[in-house]
Nanobody, 125 residues
């Protein structure tokens, strides 16, 4: 069973920055996608950003494009989410996910088998 461990998060002011990290117990393969989702109270879990190893591309939700950056390290076990220009609406529980979704499913929670425990991000206005 693949384990995902998240770190980072916390409290930031609007306009500030936070960095999340997710480390997998196993290295990514060429078919792996690792992604970040978030869920605010009373809302559905939504896709934030993802990286697909099969094409080396990054994908972002429109709401975070230009503000958030997903990156990975050479171990193929860690992905990071650098969050800049934070807004109060970015407040949510952030989850790391790993799976092998087809491209059309990579923005859906159902496309991922493995999940981290979540880390809280709170942005004050």
């Amino acid at each position: 069973q693949v384990q995902l461990a998240e770190s980072g998060g916390g409290l930031a002011q609007a306009g500030g920055s936070l960095r999340l990290s997710c480390t997998s117990s196993e290295g990514a393969t060429s078919s792996t996608t690792m992604a970040w989702f978030r869920q605010a109270p009373g809302k559905e879990r939504e896709f934030v950003a993802g990286f697909r190893w099969n094409n080396g591309r990054e994908y972002y939700a429109d709401s975070v494009k230009g503000r958030f950056t997903i990156s990975r390290d050479n171990t193929r076990k860690t992905v990071n989410l650098q969050m800049n220009s934070l807004k109060p609406e970015d407040t949510a529980e952030y989850y790391c996910a790993r799976g092998v979704p087809i491209l059309s499913a990579m923005r859906l929670p159902s496309g991922y088998r493995h999940w981290g425990q979540g880390t809280q991000v709170a942005v004050s206005s």
